[in-house]
């Protein structure tokens, strides 16, 4: 509860800012420790505890009294009302060198790890870097529009934005636009999300409608693909639900990996990884990593579709695909065949449990194996890993802490050898930590 909850002004504190959370709030201790919005390590501030909860306190920054050296003038107009960032306001290589620290930390922590050696981060561009997003959109009456965006930080309201700077500029200049037109159709109010996904092809745009849009909002939406050079796609109950507008959205969506002459196709709904160069520069880096001879046998788990699979299959490796989501599997299959690579296989498997031994999967003798798990980790096929007993390992993580714990499991009950480490920089300005992890056989 907040003083002003009591009746009572805040009282303004001033303080240094010695680290940043995950979230990239500034952390204040001496006393309770308290998080603030907005302060960098190394500043000293003014705030007030505006909310105190059992474990913390959560501050809001009233004045930076000394500023860091490294705090740089926020790009976006809507930063620290928007929730898509959090870091604008710190310089890139400091955004990076704390998500390494966050890294680390984590590792010892979690994992009880030293890491022997560093690899330099994987970097892209800084702004216009995302093609994968879910903006949401919100007919407001009293402004008598809609409103589009990415939620407002601790907050569940929709952003009002004007455009986006870390939206790929197909989609990040197009938000007042599309403002102005679902403010214009009949169904705005029944219109709450917008998902968008920037192909190499096209720009896809996924309405999510819980009523069915009228003839004359069909013509509004048809003109503005027109003008915009957009497709529409319209979104009535589950992912199976999604259907183009138009007969040309029809054609497939994909993206290149050049490097390995492949062309990846996917549905508008379809996991792919958010920023293209970085993808680009990670399966680079995940294939030489893991470096496969020619002929060895390679498992790539919670493949999607083929991402890294097809990249390593180029390279001259056998490799196995195996995934959760059966229409990722039928993609990645597709895939393999279009670039004639009949050297990936690909097997359907819930992964979030132990995988039964006689999976026809687990047949092969795997010399590599690559996984790249959601945020809750891999923790059910560790025992797999170890029973396989790969020459190495290759772990790219969403989660330095699920990322932490496992390597430890696999380090200290398993007897790998974490080799190398390094952090993605797949979401800069935002709090997100990815990263990657080469272990060895011991």
């Not at 302060?39 to 705030?47: S, T, Y």
């Not at 934005?161 to 214009?184: F, H, Q, Y």
């Not at 200290?412 to 990657?436: C, N, Q, R």
């Amino acid at each position: 509860m907040s003083d002003g909850a009591r009746g009572l002004p805040p009282q303004a504190e001033s303080a240094h800012v010695l680290g940043l959370t995950h979230e990239g709030e500034g952390v204040v201790r001496g006393g309770k420790t308290v998080f603030i919005p907005g302060a960098l390590p190394g500043e000293r501030v003014r705030f007030v505890r505006a909310r105190r909860r059992r474990q913390h306190d959560e501050g809001r920054l009233l004045e930076v009294l000394e500023a860091s050296p490294e705090r740089v003038a926020p790009r976006c107009a809507h930063f620290g009302v928007c929730g898509g960032c959090v870091l604008q306001h710190l310089q890139a290589g400091a955004q990076l060198a704390a998500k390494q620290q966050e890294l680390a930390d984590s590792l010892e922590r979690l994992g009880g790890l030293t890491c022997p050696e560093w690899l330099a981060p994987v970097t892209g561009a800084v702004w216009g870097y995302r093609r994968r997003a879910r903006l949401g959109a919100k007919y407001v009456a009293k402004k008598e529009r809609v409103v589009i965006g990415f939620r407002e930080r601790n907050a569940p309201y929709v952003a009002d934005l004007n455009r986006c700077e870390v939206l790929n500029e197909a989609v990040g200049g197009l938000i007042a636009p599309l403002g102005a037109l679902i403010s214009a159709l009949d169904i705005r109010a029944q219109l709450p999300q917008i998902e968008v996904a920037v192909a190499e092809n096209a720009t896809a745009l996924v309405l999510r409608v819980l009523a069915a849009p009228t003839a004359a909002d069909l013509a509004r939406l048809r003109a503005f693909a027109a003008q915009h050079r957009v497709r529409w796609y319209l979104q009535s109950g589950g992912p199976q639900t999604v259907a183009p507008l138009d007969a040309l959205a029809s054609e497939p969506l994909y993206y290149t990996l050049p490097e390995f002459n492949l062309r990846v196709e996917f549905a508008p709904t379809d996991f792919v990884q958010i920023n293209a160069a970085v993808n680009r520069a990670l399966v680079a880096r995940a294939v030489a990593l893991l470096a496969p001879a020619a002929g060895d046998a390679v498992l790539d788990l919670y493949c999607g579709l083929g991402n890294f699979t097809l990249p390593l299959a180029r390279a001259g490796a056998q490799v196995v695909g195996v995934e959760g989501e059966r229409s990722l599997i039928e993609r990645a299959r597709h895939n393999a065949a279009l670039n004639g690579l009949a050297t990936a296989e690909f097997h359907v498997a819930d992964l979030a449990v132990a995988p039964e031994p006689s999976a026809p999967w687990l047949r092969h003798h795997y010399s590599h194996v690559l996984l790249d798990p959601p945020r809750i980790g891999a923790r059910a096929v560790l025992p797999l890993l170890a029973a396989l007993r790969p020459q190495r390992i290759l772990y790219v993580s969403c989660h330095p802490g699920s990322l932490a714990r496992d390597l430890g499991v696999l380090v200290h009950e398993h007897g790998f050898k974490l080799e190398a480490a390094g952090v993605i920089d797949m979401f800069p300005h935002t709090g997100h930590v990815e990263s990657l992890a080469l272990l060895q056989a011991s």
